[in-house]
């Protein structure tokens, strides 16, 4: 039984596409170019899925309009930077590595590298470094056990 109730919830957790029969246009070139830009926009409520995933009233919409300003005869670059204008870089599932994303886009793989290096001194250093005697003990610290052990 929980077997079927796995498959059954695995099934209902596959991405549907969000786009209704009625958004579609009959252009299979405009509706090509719908599509992928479609994937390449965030839905601004739902905020990890693209429109094209989305089944939000404002990706609904999102997805009209795009088809909208294609039919406009407007260009790929020219839709993304309508929505950009209004959203921010946000809207894009893929922000450009450029400007004060730059620093996004690579913060991790220096974090990566900084963490490295810390680590490798770490260990290098403790590599290098004389292991005492666990059982040594001063002079201080024998004359002080002498004098506990006489009492």
């Known amino acids: 039984m929980r077997r079927i109730a796995f498959i059954l919830m695995m ?6 596409a969000a ?3 009625e958004e ?7 509706e090509a170019r719908a599509q992928a830009l479609d994937h390449e926009l965030r839905c ?8 094209a995933s989305s089944n939000s009233d404002w990706a609904r919409d999102a997805r009209v ?4 300003l294609l ?5 790929d670059e020219e839709v993304v930077d309508f929505f950009v204008a209004r959203y921010g870089d946000f809207v894009k599932m893929r922000p450009d590595a450029d400007g004060a994303n730059l620093i996004l886009w690579a913060s991790g793989p220096l974090m990566l590298l ?7 001194a770490f260990l290098r250093g403790r590599a290098r470094a004389t292991p005492q005697q666990a059982g040594a003990l001063s002079e201080d610290e024998e004359a002080r056990l002498r004098r506990i052990l006489e009492e």
């Open 11 to 16: 099934l209902l957790a596959v991405p549907v």
């Open 19 to 21: 786009v209704e029969p």
């Open 24 to 30: 579609m246009l009959a252009d299979p070139v405009l």
């Open 44 to 51: 601004v409520k739902c905020q990890s899925e693209s429109i």
């Open 65 to 68: 309009l795009v088809r909208e």
């Open 71 to 75: 039919t406009e005869g407007m260009s």
């Open 114 to 120: 900084i963490a490295g290096g810390l680590a490798f």
